[in-house]
Each structure stands twice: as C-alpha cells, then as structure tokens.
C-alpha cells in the first residue's frame, strides 16, 4: 500500500518544507505556508524508450509566423516561433486582454485560432471584438477554467491558443482552489506540454502581483519560453511591451504601443514619441541615445534641484534607478567639488519609460549640473556614456546605432566617451562630436559657475 506523504509549501513563492513554519524563510511572507499531500513511493515506469536525433531539423519547423503587429512580432525576435509558450503580464486594466484578443485577430487570417477566458463571459468578449473592429475574425471563442476539458476539446489542428488568465484555470487532479501555487503550476505544466506535443503556440496572460511581479510562485517563469511584461501609466494613453525573458530572441527588447478607442496601435518611432513635448534650452533638460534591445531610442532625461530646508535633503527618481542617482551625486561632489548636500534632487525620465543602462549616466550627470547651475544645454546637444567612481567616462556599446539615431531626429552635437567605437564605412553627417574622458571636462566644457 503506498503511503501518502505529507509536505508544505508556500502560497507566495513555492518554497518546500517538510513542517508547517510561520514565516516563508524565502520571500519573507507570514501565514502563506500551507499543507500538500501527495502519493508516496516511487513510480513504476512504462518501459518505454527514448528515440534521440541529432541536432538538424528541417527549415520548415523552425520558420516564424508573423501577427503583422510589428511591435509585438519585434518584441519576440521577429516572429512567433511554433510550439513556443509565452507569459503576459501587467497591471490590472492595463490592457492584456485587449492585446491578446488584436493578437488572436489577427493571426487567425491565416492560422486556426482559439481564445479561452475565465473572467469574462462570452458576450463581454464579444462587445470587445466590436470595439476594437475584429467582429468578422474567424477566432473560436469559449469560457472555461478546467484545464483538462480545455485541452479534450482542442485537438492537435489548432495553430494558436491565447488563455486568460493562468490564474483562473484549475485541475481537479490537484485538491486546491484556482491561483494556488499548486494549481498555477499543475495548469502551466498541462498546457506547455499540450503545446510542445502539438507545435500549439500557447499565449498565457498572467495577473502581478502589488510589487510588479507575476503572481503565482517564480517557477511559473522558469518553465515557460518567453515572458513579456505590458508596462504603462493609467493616466497616459502609452503603454510599453517589455521583454525580460526570451529562448529564441532577446531577452531586453521593447516594444511601444499607443492606447485608442479602437485598440492598441504600435509606434513606428519611438523617439519623437518621447520628445515631442521637449521644451527648447530649458535647464536640468538632456536628451540620452539610448539601446532598449536592438533599437536605439531618444529620451529626455529632467532634473530639477533646489534648496532644501529638511535636514535630510530629498532624492526622489521616476524611470531610473535611486541608487545609481547616488552614485553620480557623490562622484560630482567628490570630483567636482559641486555640493548637492543642501539641495533636494528631483530626477525624471519623461514619457514614463524606464532606463536601466548605465549609458545614461553622463545624461544624468549633465542634467544634475545644468539644473544646479540654472544654465541651460543646447537643445541640439544629445549625450551617452558611462561614469566610473573615479569621475572617468567610460565606454558603452553600439555607438553607431546611436549616433545614426540622434542624427536621424536633427541633433547636431553629440557628447560621448573619448574612447568610444566608431565604424569608418558610417556615414553621420553634420553632427559635431565631442569626446570626453572624466566628468571634470564636462564642467570645462560648459564653463559652468555656481551661486
């Protein structure tokens, strides 16, 4: 007789115990550890055997299927690879349904189709499909959160199947209620073996959590192929595509939709985007080249510093990271002897996107002395590179692409590392260069004075 074995876990994360705990020692959370049992003892095998290949495959299998949304397509690498299973993610009301229907729309011109919900009822789906002009597309629509009835009822001919959301579906297999860790994985391990033995492309929308991440525990983003998070302010009509996880592409490529009355619609050029609203020679205003995966983009980058009367002087960030803004405010001071210890700093980067690369660090080092000094930069003066501890401008990747960009947008000056990698068969005309090796140039270089 197999003896059944007793095991916790925790609703949070997913962390195994062997006895219950108050508190998970992984994420920290109290009272999410709960009990699982399961059968014991080791499973008999079917005695079956493997059959191995070598590593060619026909060129046909690994074509990709384009959704002629080209911002999405852009963000997958290039095209939907078959049989590949991705995760979306984003805020509530952020759009996610609205995506995954226009996607479903649109590919279902040419492949078979099928849109499974387990939040809405047919008939709000429907309203959707009106708004958004997809009426007449021939997607199979259905209600359900069983996953084994989804997966009977699909069949091996079905090209795309789009599921909203993970966290609706359940397995009766697994004794716990739908979102549970359990239950997310038991669900995500049906479907991504359904479409790794039927070359079904499985679209997954998953709900995040208050801190930004994909409810559900974390091996849910392990065992899928590609995981893309739908970003965007609620007050701005933008909304951002972002990918952080990627087997048949980049894994940092950004896509940049716009939200209208008749759905989601990609934007060609990204940086007239995020600089149309720029204000010509304002102080504490720089415009940054910089690289979201393969493509260069153009944004402004906002400080604002004035007197403080806390003890502690504010530092408040919007798109970059608080910590690198500390970096570069004690290398200005360390290096330039330029004092912000009296000063509340305000740093922005405009039109809600978020910058994670280093290259924007001499962006944010000229906005910080340009906002200190009150002196405006060129409007036409666009600027890249990285700053090291000791005040040096150290170099950054494709350099070219970033030139091209800014000169392409009518940029004539470009602020850049001394050392940096230009290809000679480049062609970027009227741009003056100006290559810089420390920070204390910089502040040479504008000849600014302080009150």
């Given at each position: 007789?197999?003896?059944?074995?007793?095991?916790f876990?925790?609703?949070?994360c997913?962390?195994?115990?062997p006895k219950?705990?108050?508190?998970?020692?992984?994420?920290?959370?109290?009272?999410?550890?709960?009990?699982?049992?399961?059968?014991?003892g080791?499973?008999?095998?079917s005695?079956?055997?493997?059959?191995?290949?070598?590593?060619?495959?026909?060129?046909?299998?690994l074509?990709r299927?384009?959704?002629?949304?080209?911002?999405?397509?852009?963000?997958?690498?290039?095209?939907?690879?078959p049989?590949?299973?991705?995760?979306?993610?984003?805020?509530p009301?952020?759009?996610?349904?609205?995506l995954?229907l226009?996607?479903?729309?649109?590919l279902?011109?040419c492949?078979d189709?099928v849109?499974i919900?387990?939040?809405?009822?047919?008939?709000?789906?429907?309203m959707?499909?009106a708004?958004?002009?997809?009426?007449?597309s021939?997607?199979?629509?259905?209600?359900?959160?069983?996953?084994?009835?989804?997966?009977?009822?699909?069949?091996?001919?079905?090209?795309?199947?789009?599921?909203?959301?993970?966290?609706?579906?359940?397995?009766?297999?697994?004794?716990?209620?739908?979102?549970?860790?359990?239950?997310v994985?038991?669900?995500?391990?049906?479907?991504?073996?359904?479409?790794?033995?039927?070359?079904?492309?499985v679209f997954?929308?998953?709900?995040?959590?208050?801190?930004?991440?994909?409810?559900?525990p974390?091996?849910?983003?392990?065992m899928?192929?590609?995981v893309?998070?739908?970003?965007?302010?609620?007050?701005?009509?933008?909304?951002?595509?972002?990918?952080?996880?990627?087997?048949?592409?980049?894994?940092?490529?950004?896509g940049?939709f716009?939200?209208?009355?008749?759905?989601?619609?990609?934007?060609?050029?990204?940086?007239?985007?995020?600089?149309?609203?720029?204000n010509?020679?304002v102080?504490?205003?720089?415009?940054f080249?910089?690289?979201e995966?393969?493509?260069p983009?153009l944004?402004?980058?906002?400080?604002?510093?004035?007197?403080?009367?806390?003890?502690?002087p504010?530092?408040?960030?919007?798109?970059?990271?608080?910590?690198?803004?500390?970096?570069?405010?004690?290398?200005?001071?360390?290096?330039?002897?330029?004092?912000?210890?009296?000063?509340?700093?305000?740093?922005?980067?405009?039109?809600g996107?978020?910058?994670?690369?280093?290259?924007?660090?001499?962006?944010?080092?000229?906005?910080?002395?340009?906002?200190?000094?009150g002196?405006?930069?060129?409007?036409e003066?666009?600027?890249?590179g990285?700053?090291?501890?000791?005040g040096?401008?150290r170099?950054?990747?494709?350099c070219?692409?970033?030139?091209?960009?800014?000169?392409?947008l009518?940029?004539?000056?470009?602020?850049?590392?001394?050392?940096?990698?230009?290809?000679?068969?480049?062609?970027?005309?009227?741009?003056?260069?100006?290559a810089?090796?420390t920070?204390?140039?910089?502040?040479?270089?504008?000849g600014?004075?302080?009150?």
């Amino acid at each position: 007789m197999v003896k059944n074995e007793k095991n916790f876990y925790c609703n949070e994360c997913g962390a195994r115990y062997p006895k219950w705990l108050g508190k998970c020692e992984d994420c920290g959370q109290w009272n999410t550890i709960v009990e699982n049992v399961s059968a014991g003892g080791k499973t008999q095998s079917s005695g079956s055997s493997l059959n191995f290949q070598n590593l060619s495959i026909s060129q046909e299998k690994l074509d990709r299927k384009l959704s002629d949304i080209g911002e999405f397509d852009r963000v997958l690498g290039g095209g939907i690879v078959p049989g590949s299973v991705v995760l979306i993610g984003g805020d509530p009301g952020i759009g996610k349904s609205t995506l995954s229907l226009q996607i479903s729309a649109a590919l279902s011109q040419c492949y078979d189709c099928v849109y499974i919900s387990g939040e809405e009822s047919v008939e709000q789906i429907c309203m959707r499909a009106a708004r958004l002009g997809a009426s007449d597309s021939p997607v199979k629509l259905a209600c359900e959160t069983d996953v084994d009835i989804i997966i009977n009822s699909l069949g091996n001919d079905v090209d795309f199947l789009t599921i909203d959301s993970i966290q609706t579906l359940q397995s009766f297999s697994v004794d716990s209620i739908p979102g549970t860790v359990s239950q997310v994985r038991a669900c995500a391990h049906k479907l991504i073996n359904f479409a790794k033995t039927t070359a079904t492309t499985v679209f997954l929308i998953g709900h995040v959590t208050k801190e930004g991440t994909i409810a559900g525990p974390k091996v849910l983003e392990h065992m899928v192929d590609t995981v893309l998070y739908f970003e965007g302010e609620h007050g701005n009509s933008y909304r951002i595509l972002r990918s952080v996880k990627n087997r048949y592409g980049p894994s940092d490529e950004l896509g940049i939709f716009e939200m209208r009355q008749n759905g989601l619609v990609g934007v060609s050029n990204p940086s007239t985007l995020f600089l149309t609203q720029r204000n010509e020679s304002v102080p504490g205003s720089v415009v940054f080249s910089g690289m979201e995966g393969t493509r260069p983009i153009l944004v402004e980058v906002q400080a604002l510093v004035s007197k403080s009367y806390f003890v502690s002087p504010r530092r408040t960030v919007v798109g970059w990271d608080v910590n690198r803004l500390f970096m570069i405010l004690a290398v200005i001071e360390s290096k330039c002897k330029i004092s912000f210890s009296d000063r509340d700093v305000y740093l922005s980067i405009a039109g809600g996107l978020k910058i994670s690369e280093p290259a924007c660090d001499l962006a944010v080092a000229m906005s910080l002395l340009s906002a200190r000094s009150g002196k405006a930069i060129s409007s036409e003066t666009c600027v890249f590179g990285e700053i090291g501890l000791t005040g040096e401008i150290r170099p950054v990747s494709r350099c070219s692409e970033r030139m091209k960009e800014a000169s392409k947008l009518g940029f004539r000056k470009i602020i850049l590392p001394i050392n940096y990698i230009h290809c000679p068969e480049d062609n970027i005309a009227d741009i003056k260069i100006e290559a810089v090796d420390t920070l204390m140039k910089v502040v040479e270089l504008f000849g600014i004075e302080y009150r």
